[in-house]
């Protein structure tokens, strides 16, 4: 409903990026609030709802300011709310560990009995996961052979390293934790001690564990399949690029809808603008993809001659930057701009910079 309604209001001309930024951040809270209100996992409500909100498309919609400023709060936000979780975490080892020292003393068991059902659990999970893994392995492969498209079969080196990389953590505690206490008049959970600490000791487990089995993994995956990424990458821009050319050709025989021209002069000038422009552009565009095209085919020589001109654009094109920004420095020193002046340039050179490091991370390392 909520997604709805920020369509509606998009599409209503109500746009302004501070005001959408800030409903999509207070969404998942609102969904946590309604679940607990009806007695339901407050936790669990806020995964599904933020999935469906971004299932809904309602960021795809949005401005190109709202997108590009919303990525940046978002990176923030998750990076802080990560943070703290495991900061708390942290500090709640030492009462952990007295509460699991309680545990066992209260059932009269030994400490490595509790360690052992963590072991356990752990071990259920990457069953569970390397099934679910194997079982989606299946399906794309019954799809491939009904389809009759390629199918690239996923090696067991990958299938442990995707069950390893399922790491507990954020929501695994979160939901935990929020199991009711009794504190507030409400009844309290059964056994709520020890869920939490044997969730904690999962989180931990899971952390050591894939630490130390990932980076194994990788050594054992093929340089093609770790590049297989970067491969659906140059796929992705091919056609897209190609997309683009299509529009470019149809623009050369669909006239613009535009106001009339008043006279015949009028209408040549604008035609010849008009096809000089989709010339020019259909000029960048084939030029683009001849360089996503050719990067497979070209000799290894020629192939490093283009990395190495690369870095020597990008590396050129950050020192004009630089100067541009030393450039806006001295302007606002000698207060020939002011402040909001400076803001707008300093944002456009961050655009720009930020495009020339993108750029910078696709090159490949050899040279």
Same mark, same amino acid.
């Given at each position: @409903?909520?997604?709805?309604?920020?369509?509606?209001?998009?599409?209503?001309?109500?746009?302004?990026?501070?005001?959408?930024?800030?409903?999509?951040?207070?969404?998942?809270?609102? @969904?946590?609030?309604?679940?607990?209100?009806?007695?339901?996992?407050?936790?669990?409500?806020?995964?599904?709802?933020?999935?469906?909100?971004?299932?809904?498309?309602?960021?795809?919609?949005?401005?190109?300011?709202?997108?590009?400023?919303?990525?940046?709060?978002?990176? @923030?936000?998750?990076?802080?709310?990560?943070?703290?979780?495991?900061?708390?975490?942290?500090?709640?080892?030492?009462?952990?560990?007295?509460?699991?020292?309680?545990?066992?003393?209260?059932?009269?068991?030994?400490?490595?009995?509790?360690?052992?059902?963590?072991?356990?659990?752990?071990?259920?999970?990457?069953?569970?996961?390397?099934?679910?893994?194997?079982?989606?392995?299946?399906?794309?492969?019954?799809?491939?052979?009904?389809?009759?498209?390629?199918?690239?079969?996923?090696?067991?080196?990958?299938?442990?390293?995707?069950?390893? !990389?399922?790491?507990?953590?954020?929501?695994?505690?979160?939901?935990?934790?929020?199991?009711?206490?009794?504190?507030?008049?409400?009844?309290?959970?059964?056994?709520?001690?020890?869920?939490?600490?044997?969730?904690?000791?999962?989180?931990?487990?899971?952390?050591?564990? !894939?630490?130390?089995?990932?980076?194994?993994?990788?050594?054992?995956?093929?340089?093609?399949?770790?590049?297989?990424?970067?491969?659906?990458?140059?796929?992705?821009?091919?056609?897209?690029?190609?997309?683009?050319?299509?529009?470019?050709?149809?623009?050369?025989?669909?006239?613009?809808?535009?106001?009339?021209?008043?006279?015949?002069?009028?209408?040549?000038?604008?035609?010849?603008?008009?096809?000089?422009?989709?010339?020019?552009?259909?000029?960048?565009?084939?030029?683009?993809?001849?360089?996503?095209?050719?990067?497979?085919?070209?000799?290894?020589?020629?192939?490093?001659?283009?990395?190495?001109?690369?870095?020597?654009?990008?590396?050129?094109?950050?020192?004009?930057?630089?100067?541009?920004?030393?450039?806006?420095?001295?302007?606002? !020193?000698?207060?020939?701009?002011?402040?909001?002046?400076?803001?707008?340039?300093?944002?456009?050179?961050?655009?720009?910079?930020?495009?020339?490091?993108?750029?910078?991370?696709?090159?490949?390392?050899?040279?």
């Amino acid at each position: @409903m909520a997604a709805r309604l920020n369509k509606m209001l998009t599409r209503s001309g109500y746009d302004e990026t501070q005001s959408q930024i800030v409903l999509v951040l207070l969404l998942p809270f609102l @969904m946590y609030a309604l679940a607990e209100a009806v007695g339901c996992s407050g936790i669990l409500a806020a995964v599904a709802g933020c999935m469906v909100v971004k299932l809904s498309g309602i960021i795809e919609d949005a401005s190109t300011t709202t997108r590009l400023q919303s990525t940046t709060v978002w990176t @923030m936000v998750s990076y802080v709310f990560n943070a703290l979780i495991f900061l708390f975490l942290g500090l709640q080892l030492p009462s952990l560990l007295q509460s699991a020292h309680s545990l066992v003393l209260a059932r009269h068991v030994g400490m490595w009995r509790l360690g052992l059902l963590v072991v356990e659990i752990y071990g259920i999970m990457l069953v569970m996961r390397f099934v679910g893994i194997w079982l989606s392995i299946a399906c794309r492969w019954a799809s491939a052979r009904i389809n009759h498209i390629p199918f690239d079969p996923t090696g067991l080196a990958a299938s442990l390293l995707l069950t390893f !990389a399922g790491v507990r953590g954020a929501v695994t505690l979160a939901a935990v934790l929020s199991l009711p206490t009794g504190e507030d008049g409400t009844m309290s959970f059964p056994t709520r001690e020890p869920v939490v600490v044997i969730a904690a000791g999962v989180i931990v487990l899971s952390l050591l564990v !894939a630490s130390v089995i990932i980076p194994l993994c990788l050594k054992f995956i093929p340089a093609e399949l770790v590049d297989k990424s970067a491969q659906e990458e140059n796929m992705a821009r091919q056609k897209l690029l190609r997309a683009a050319l299509d529009l470019l050709h149809k623009a050369e025989t669909v006239p613009a809808i535009e106001t009339p021209p008043e006279t015949e002069e009028e209408k040549a000038a604008l035609e010849a603008a008009r096809l000089e422009v989709i010339d020019r552009l259909t000029k960048l565009y084939q030029s683009r993809l001849e360089q996503e095209d050719a990067t497979p085919r070209i000799t290894q020589a020629d192939r490093r001659n283009a990395i190495r001109h690369s870095r020597m654009e990008l590396a050129l094109r950050l020192q004009i930057l630089r100067a541009e920004r030393q450039t806006m420095r001295e302007l606002v !020193a000698q207060q020939e701009i002011n402040d909001q002046t400076e803001w707008k340039l300093q944002e456009e050179l961050d655009y720009e910079e930020e495009v020339i490091h993108a750029l910078a991370q696709r090159l490949p390392r050899e040279v």
